[in-house]
């Protein structure tokens, strides 16, 4: 479905969702002082979680950061015991990063701590405005997706 969405309530929609990303952000920030983790590590470590073991270059990309900056991040990360260097076993030459225990404990702690305050802050919504928010959020970051796809591949 193809609609012509006015400029100003683009202008609108793209403010609250810069403002609404900044004040997750912040948020994920404040409770991350609590961790001896960096939001880029959180960032990473949440990588590995969701996608399983990578090799450093497709951490780099999925992250858009320099390999030499990856590199960095996984060496403090190793050294704080969150990941390991694992050989892939089909090819010796290749090495992946592995989430360790400590570094998925941490992830779900600070998960569990924004969803608490995603929580409070939807305290007055009704249970059919959640749904309907969680329906709009969900087909938004689908056609990102798609749309990301599609500009990836030119």
Known sequence: MNSIIDLKEIAALE??????SHMVKQRGREILNHYPITPPQFVALQWLL??????????SKNMY???ST??????RMEKNELIERVRDPKDRR??????????KE???EVIQKRQEYLQEVLKSYSEE???KLKTSMNQLFEE?????????NK
Not at 15 to 20: A, D, E, G, H, L
Not at 97 to 103: A, E
């Open 106 to 108: 941490i992830i779900d």
């Open 129 to 131: 405005e959640v749904d």
């Open 70 to 75: 990856t590199t960095d991040l996984v060496d």
């Open 50 to 59: 969701d996608t399983g073991d990578l090799t450093i270059g497709e951490l």
């Open 65 to 67: 950061l320099a390999f």
């Open 94 to 103: 290749v090495v992946r990063i592995h989430l360790l225990p400590k570094g």
């Open 144 to 152: 990102m997706r798609e749309h990301e796809k599609q500009h990836s």
């Open 15 to 20: 403010k609250n969702v810069r403002y609404i």
